[in-house]
Nanobody
């Protein structure tokens, strides 16, 4: 098991930027692929981005492609989500998740470790 704690959320104006961090503790972080998901109240959890254990492969939802960048620092046991050109529709609680095995995926059911989430609010 790996424990995950997100940080970096907040309130930002449309067009602004935020960087989310997810710190991991527990079993070897580099054994896990990582993903970011988001959920707005009343809506289903939505895939945002994923990254392989080495950082060599990344995947993005079409809605964030070109605006968000996922990265990881295995020496610091941390995964990041750089969010640029934010839009009001990006408002949600953002969760990081860990999946045993090398490659990330957009399927939330394949992740078995989740953080508590961090709120991102984008004002128009």
């Amino acid at each position: 098991q790996v424990q995950l704690v997100e940080s970096g959320g907040g309130l930002v104006q449309a067009g602004g930027s935020l960087r989310l961090s997810c710190a991991a503790s527990g079993r070897a972080f580099s054994n896990y692929a990582m993903g970011w998901f988001r959920q707005d109240p009343g809506k289903e959890r939505e895939f945002v981005a994923a990254i392989s254990w080495s950082g060599g492969a990344t995947y993005y939802a079409d809605s964030v492609k070109g605006r968000f960048t996922i990265s990881r620092d295995n020496a610091k046991n941390t995964v990041y989500l750089q969010m640029n050109s934010l839009k009001p529709e990006d408002t949600a609680i953002y969760y990081c998740a860990a999946k045993a095995g090398g490659l990330g995926t957009s399927n939330a059911k394949q992740y078995n470790n989740w953080g508590q989430g961090t709120q991102v609010t984008v004002s128009s």
